[in-house]
Protein backbone atom coordinates (compact mmCIF):
# COMPACT_ATOMS: atom_id res chain seq x y z
CA UNK A 1 0.00 0.00 0.00
CA UNK A 2 2.14 2.99 -1.36
CA UNK A 3 -0.19 5.95 -0.73
CA UNK A 4 0.79 8.73 -3.01
CA UNK A 5 3.71 8.09 -4.96
CA UNK A 6 5.65 10.44 -6.53
CA UNK A 7 8.83 10.57 -9.63
CA UNK A 8 11.18 11.08 -9.93
CA UNK A 9 12.14 12.33 -6.59
CA UNK A 10 15.16 14.73 -8.11
CA UNK A 11 15.66 16.25 -11.33
CA UNK A 12 18.31 18.77 -12.32
CA UNK A 13 17.11 20.49 -15.99
CA UNK A 14 18.55 23.48 -18.26
CA UNK A 15 16.14 26.26 -18.65
CA UNK A 16 14.19 25.64 -21.40
CA UNK A 17 13.87 21.94 -21.32
CA UNK A 18 10.68 20.42 -20.37
CA UNK A 19 9.66 17.50 -18.62
CA UNK A 20 6.76 15.61 -16.47
CA UNK A 21 6.39 15.36 -12.92
CA UNK A 22 4.23 11.77 -12.18
CA UNK A 23 1.71 10.96 -9.38
CA UNK A 24 -0.47 7.99 -8.70
CA UNK A 25 -2.58 7.30 -5.64
CA UNK A 26 -4.05 3.90 -4.46
CA UNK A 27 -6.66 5.19 -2.01
CA UNK A 28 -9.09 5.51 -4.35
CA UNK A 29 -9.15 9.51 -3.54
CA UNK A 30 -10.81 12.24 -5.78
CA UNK A 31 -9.39 15.13 -5.07
CA UNK A 32 -6.01 15.62 -6.35
CA UNK A 33 -3.19 18.35 -5.69
CA UNK A 34 0.38 19.85 -6.96
CA UNK A 35 2.05 22.53 -4.96
CA UNK A 36 5.23 23.90 -4.53
CA UNK A 37 6.86 24.53 -1.45
CA UNK A 38 10.04 27.25 -0.94
CA UNK A 39 11.38 29.17 1.34
CA UNK A 40 9.39 31.50 3.24
CA UNK A 41 6.66 30.63 0.99
CA UNK A 42 4.96 28.09 2.19
CA UNK A 43 3.15 25.82 0.01
CA UNK A 44 1.71 27.51 -2.77
CA UNK A 45 -1.04 25.37 -5.18
CA UNK A 46 -0.04 25.21 -8.86
CA UNK A 47 -3.16 23.24 -10.17
CA UNK A 48 -5.44 20.51 -8.92
CA UNK A 49 -8.20 18.27 -9.99
CA UNK A 50 -11.52 17.61 -7.26
CA UNK A 51 -12.64 14.65 -9.68
CA UNK A 52 -11.39 12.74 -12.56
CA UNK A 53 -11.88 14.90 -15.98
CA UNK A 54 -11.79 18.09 -14.22
CA UNK A 55 -8.89 20.07 -13.87
CA UNK A 56 -8.45 23.85 -12.22
CA UNK A 57 -5.79 26.55 -11.62
CA UNK A 58 -4.32 27.46 -8.24
CA UNK A 59 -2.40 30.18 -6.87
CA UNK A 60 0.76 29.86 -9.45
CA UNK A 61 -0.52 28.12 -12.16
CA UNK A 62 1.76 30.67 -14.92
CA UNK A 63 4.22 27.93 -16.51
CA UNK A 64 2.77 24.66 -15.86
CA UNK A 65 0.00 22.62 -17.15
CA UNK A 66 -1.22 19.17 -15.36
CA UNK A 67 -3.10 16.42 -16.98
CA UNK A 68 -5.52 14.18 -14.71
CA UNK A 69 -5.20 10.85 -16.37
CA UNK A 70 -7.76 8.48 -14.96
CA UNK A 71 -9.07 8.36 -10.84
CA UNK A 72 -5.25 7.05 -9.52
CA UNK A 73 -2.75 9.59 -11.68
CA UNK A 74 -2.24 13.42 -11.77
CA UNK A 75 0.59 14.95 -14.03
CA UNK A 76 2.45 17.86 -13.65
CA UNK A 77 4.12 19.31 -16.88
CA UNK A 78 6.67 22.09 -16.63
CA UNK A 79 7.02 23.10 -21.16
CA UNK A 80 9.98 25.34 -20.90
CA UNK A 81 11.12 25.38 -17.44
CA UNK A 82 13.07 28.33 -15.82
CA UNK A 83 15.26 28.99 -12.49
CA UNK A 84 12.00 30.16 -11.15
CA UNK A 85 10.83 27.37 -11.04
CA UNK A 86 13.62 25.56 -8.85
CA UNK A 87 11.34 24.30 -5.86
CA UNK A 88 10.49 20.98 -4.04
CA UNK A 89 6.92 20.00 -5.39
CA UNK A 90 4.34 18.08 -3.86
CA UNK A 91 1.32 16.11 -4.84
CA UNK A 92 -1.29 15.60 -2.22
CA UNK A 93 -4.93 13.64 -2.50
CA UNK A 94 -7.74 13.81 -0.33
CA UNK A 95 -11.38 11.75 -0.98
CA UNK A 96 -13.46 14.61 -0.32
CA UNK A 97 -12.23 18.18 1.50
CA UNK A 98 -14.86 17.71 4.01
CA UNK A 99 -13.03 14.39 4.80
CA UNK A 100 -10.12 16.22 6.62
CA UNK A 101 -6.73 14.69 5.82
CA UNK A 102 -4.93 15.88 2.62
CA UNK A 103 -2.69 12.74 2.21
CA UNK A 104 1.05 14.24 0.84
CA UNK A 105 3.65 12.54 -1.42
CA UNK A 106 7.32 12.53 -0.62
CA UNK A 107 8.03 15.39 -2.35
CA UNK A 108 10.12 15.96 -6.27
CA UNK A 109 13.58 18.37 -5.54
CA UNK A 110 13.64 20.11 -8.86
CA UNK A 111 16.83 22.39 -9.84
CA UNK A 112 16.43 24.36 -13.05
CA UNK A 113 20.20 25.51 -14.31
CA UNK B 1 -3.20 40.25 2.90
CA UNK B 2 -2.64 36.62 2.79
CA UNK B 3 -5.81 34.26 3.61
CA UNK B 4 -3.41 32.40 6.52
CA UNK B 5 -0.69 34.26 8.40
CA UNK B 6 2.25 32.24 10.81
CA UNK B 7 4.61 33.04 12.37
CA UNK B 8 7.58 31.75 10.87
CA UNK B 9 9.96 31.49 13.43
CA UNK B 10 12.25 29.22 14.01
CA UNK B 11 11.44 28.87 17.63
CA UNK B 12 13.85 26.95 19.78
CA UNK B 13 12.74 25.48 23.14
CA UNK B 14 14.41 23.17 25.83
CA UNK B 15 12.98 19.90 26.14
CA UNK B 16 10.47 19.48 28.42
CA UNK B 17 8.90 22.86 27.42
CA UNK B 18 5.32 23.94 26.52
CA UNK B 19 5.17 24.99 22.79
CA UNK B 20 2.64 27.34 21.25
CA UNK B 21 2.22 27.41 17.76
CA UNK B 22 -0.38 30.08 16.04
CA UNK B 23 -2.59 31.32 12.91
CA UNK B 24 -4.24 33.84 11.91
CA UNK B 25 -6.63 34.09 9.39
CA UNK B 26 -9.20 36.46 7.27
CA UNK B 27 -11.44 34.11 5.57
CA UNK B 28 -14.95 33.82 8.06
CA UNK B 29 -15.65 30.85 5.88
CA UNK B 30 -13.36 28.49 6.91
CA UNK B 31 -14.68 25.58 8.69
CA UNK B 32 -12.00 22.98 8.66
CA UNK B 33 -8.91 23.56 10.60
CA UNK B 34 -5.16 21.48 10.60
CA UNK B 35 -1.95 21.37 11.78
CA UNK B 36 0.50 19.59 10.03
CA UNK B 37 4.11 17.86 10.73
CA UNK B 38 6.93 18.24 8.56
CA UNK B 39 10.16 16.57 9.12
CA UNK B 40 12.70 17.72 6.98
CA UNK B 41 13.37 16.42 3.57
CA UNK B 42 9.76 14.49 4.04
CA UNK B 43 5.97 15.63 2.83
CA UNK B 44 3.67 17.11 5.57
CA UNK B 45 1.44 14.56 7.48
CA UNK B 46 -1.88 15.48 9.43
CA UNK B 47 -1.05 15.75 13.00
CA UNK B 48 -4.40 17.42 14.09
CA UNK B 49 -7.78 17.95 12.09
CA UNK B 50 -10.77 19.72 13.68
CA UNK B 51 -14.01 21.11 12.61
CA UNK B 52 -15.49 24.77 13.51
CA UNK B 53 -14.69 26.24 17.04
CA UNK B 54 -13.49 24.86 20.13
CA UNK B 55 -10.68 22.78 21.73
CA UNK B 56 -9.02 19.36 20.39
CA UNK B 57 -6.43 16.74 22.45
CA UNK B 58 -5.09 14.36 21.62
CA UNK B 59 -2.13 13.39 23.93
CA UNK B 60 0.49 16.01 24.17
CA UNK B 61 -1.08 18.09 21.58
CA UNK B 62 -3.78 20.27 21.68
CA UNK B 63 -5.33 22.43 19.16
CA UNK B 64 -7.29 25.46 19.89
CA UNK B 65 -10.06 27.12 17.32
CA UNK B 66 -11.46 30.23 18.11
CA UNK B 67 -13.44 31.20 14.96
CA UNK B 68 -14.62 34.80 16.52
CA UNK B 69 -10.99 35.90 16.69
CA UNK B 70 -10.04 34.21 13.12
CA UNK B 71 -7.26 32.65 15.13
CA UNK B 72 -5.95 28.76 15.85
CA UNK B 73 -3.34 27.69 17.91
CA UNK B 74 -1.57 24.18 18.50
CA UNK B 75 0.27 23.76 21.92
CA UNK B 76 2.82 21.22 22.62
CA UNK B 77 3.03 19.96 26.14
CA UNK B 78 6.58 18.13 27.67
CA UNK B 79 7.73 18.70 24.42
CA UNK B 80 10.20 16.11 22.98
CA UNK B 81 13.10 16.60 20.37
CA UNK B 82 11.59 13.95 18.07
CA UNK B 83 8.67 16.88 17.70
CA UNK B 84 11.72 19.29 15.88
CA UNK B 85 10.34 19.84 12.39
CA UNK B 86 8.47 22.40 10.63
CA UNK B 87 4.39 23.14 11.82
CA UNK B 88 1.97 23.90 8.96
CA UNK B 89 -1.47 25.02 9.93
CA UNK B 90 -4.05 24.76 6.97
CA UNK B 91 -7.90 25.58 6.77
CA UNK B 92 -10.58 25.19 4.01
CA UNK B 93 -14.09 25.99 3.76
CA UNK B 94 -17.62 24.26 3.52
CA UNK B 95 -17.29 24.42 -0.25
CA UNK B 96 -14.63 24.42 -2.83
CA UNK B 97 -11.60 22.14 -3.21
CA UNK B 98 -9.23 24.38 -2.20
CA UNK B 99 -6.74 24.40 0.94
CA UNK B 100 -5.27 27.29 2.46
CA UNK B 101 -1.74 26.99 3.96
CA UNK B 102 0.72 28.49 6.77
CA UNK B 103 4.05 29.68 5.99
CA UNK B 104 4.93 27.04 8.34
CA UNK B 105 6.80 27.44 11.83
CA UNK B 106 10.59 25.32 12.01
CA UNK B 107 10.44 24.24 15.51
CA UNK B 108 13.83 22.86 17.71
CA UNK B 109 13.79 21.28 20.90
CA UNK B 110 16.74 20.99 22.36
CA UNK B 111 17.58 17.81 24.41
Keep these: ?113 | QKEVEQDPGPLSVPEGAIVSLNCTYSNSAFQYFMWYRQYSRKGPELLMYTYSSGNKEDGRFTAQVDKSSKYISLFIRDSQPSDSATYLCAMSGKTGNQFYFGTGTSLTVIP
Design chain 1, 1 to 113: NAGVTQTPKFQVLKTGQSMTLQCAQDMNHNSMYWYRQDPGMGLRLIYYSASEGTTDKGEVPNGYNVSRLNKREFSLRLESAAPSQTSVYFCATIYRVSAGELFFGEGSRLTVL
